[in-house]
């Protein structure tokens, strides 16, 4: 084990003065946890307002390795969330400034950028590399693209979304919870999924709900507390409220059920005027 990942016995005591020294105190950590964190590889699939934090607080906890998957450039209008970048990075590949700036902040973590989409040709051996997958997209298209595959390749699955002030995830264990199917069996129109994206979004919505899903991130990994299994958390910002919704795997669902139709990923259909949650 490296000087980084060395145990310390408590904040009382002399401890290695390490990047990780302070999640190492933690009963729930320790050097053990620290080693599974260090030995985990784990896809981002967006690098918009939801894969901000995620990346960020997963690369600074010590993931062994990160893959970021992001076919879009930054522009200005994403700024006010994607917390990422900066202006002088305006017009750039987000994938690949997204590596950049997380190298700076931790070069003992491995990072592989894609900078294209996510599609059903590239799905499987993207999966295929790593052991867990999060889905940081705003589309819907590309959600039903990331579940299905997650399920069919056997994937464990962390699924946030967001909206003005309001947010939700949950987590899908392929064949024993709820998939993002079932769920939404009916995907939206291209029309009202603009109509959705027209309200607008707080930086720190994103910011909210991708700090919760890269805790939960950690916890899986590590073994311990809830990663919200066959729950749906709901954030309603405006009123400051969460709400816990259990949910439960549709035995009817065309990916996860008893009897699946979908056996393949399939083609999606993603509205080009869409660019980062």
């Known amino acids: 084990?490296?000087?980084?990942?060395?145990?310390?016995?408590g904040p009382h005591e002399t401890v290695v003065e390490s990047r990780y020294e302070r999640q190492l105190w933690m009963k729930q950590l320790g050097a053990a946890g620290q080693h599974k964190l260090a030995q985990a590889s784990i896809l981002v699939v967006g690098a918009g307002?939801?894969?901000?934090?995620i990346l960020l607080y997963l690369a600074a906890a010590g993931v062994g390795t990160l893959g970021i998957v992001d076919g879009d450039t930054l522009s200005l209008s994403n700024l006010n969330r994607?917390?990422?970048?900066?202006?002088?990075?305006?017009?750039?590949?987000?994938?690949?400034?997204?590596?950049?700036?997380?190298l700076t902040l931790n070069p003992e973590v491995r990072i592989e950028a894609y900078p294209a989409r996510l599609d059903p040709d590239n799905a499987y051996a993207l999966f295929n590399a790593y052991d867990v997958i999060v889905d940081a997209t705003d589309n819907y298209a590309t959600r039903y693209l990331i579940s299905d595959a997650a399920v069919l390749f056997d994937k464990p699955l962390f699924i946030g979304a967001v909206s003005s002030l309001y947010g939700m995830t949950f987590t899908v264990?392929?064949?024993?919870?709820?998939?993002?199917?079932?769920?939404?069996?009916?995907?939206?129109?291209?029309?009202?999924?603009?109509?959705e994206r027209a309200r607008g979004i707080l930086g720190t919505t994103p910011g909210i709900i991708g700090s919760i899903l890269a805790q939960n991130v950690i916890k899986y990994i590590?073994?311990?507390?809830?990663?919200?299994?066959?729950?749906?958390?709901?954030?309603?910002?405006?009123?400051?409220?969460?709400?816990l919704v259990p949910i439960e795997r549709d035995q009817a669902c065309p990916v996860c059920g008893d009897?699946?139709?979908?056996?393949?990923p399939l083609p999606t259909h993603v509205d080009p005027q869409q660019n980062g949650c």
């Open 1 to 9: 084990m490296n000087k980084s990942t060395q145990a310390c016995s």
């Open 173 to 195: 264990i392929p064949r024993k919870t709820a998939c993002f199917r079932c769920l939404y069996p009916k995907a939206p129109t291209f029309t009202m999924e603009r109509t």
């Open 49 to 53: 307002g939801l894969g901000s934090p």
């Open 82 to 102: 994607q917390t990422l970048y900066s202006t002088k990075d305006i017009g750039q590949p987000k994938a690949l400034l997204a590596r950049d700036r997380l």
């Open 222 to 243: 590590v073994g311990y507390g809830d990663w919200l299994a066959g729950k749906l958390l709901l954030m309603d910002g405006e009123d400051n409220r969460f709400e």
């Open 259 to 264: 009897h699946p139709t979908i056996t393949e």
